[in-house]
């Protein structure tokens, strides 16, 4: 596996960390966007990031906290990323054979 799979395959398992961890409470908003905005800045040269896939299951697994994230109407870039989505499991299956594809 090389460095730049690596590191979304790092990604994306502290994704499902998280959504495994913290509840859908609003008390714990800060660590989903705090989340999303290293998510965005992650090094993955040569690579997609998964935005789509990642916002789709939050949206999903984690309403609440993605709701009052679209409402961060200061913040455009939550807004921009909470007007996306594709199905939900399309974004699973491909989030999951991301990880399982570079495990092999």
Do not use: C, W
Not at 37 to 54: A, H
Not at 86 to 95: F, P, Q, S, V
């Amino acid at each position: 596996m090389s460095l730049k799979s690596k590191n979304m395959v790092m990604v994306i398992d502290e994704f499902y960390y998280l959504i495994e961890k913290y509840p859908d409470h609003p008390k714990f908003l800060t660590i989903y966007t705090q989340y999303i905005r290293r998510f965005l800045q992650s090094k993955t040269e040569g690579e997609t990031l998964p935005t789509v896939e990642i916002i789709t299951v939050l949206k999903h697994e984690k309403p609440l906290i993605f709701s009052i994230m679209r409402r961060l109407r200061d913040n455009n870039t939550m807004n921009i990323l909470t007007s996306i989505e594709m199905n939900i499991e399309d974004a699973r299956t491909r989030l999951n054979s991301f990880v399982l594809k570079d495990n092999t």
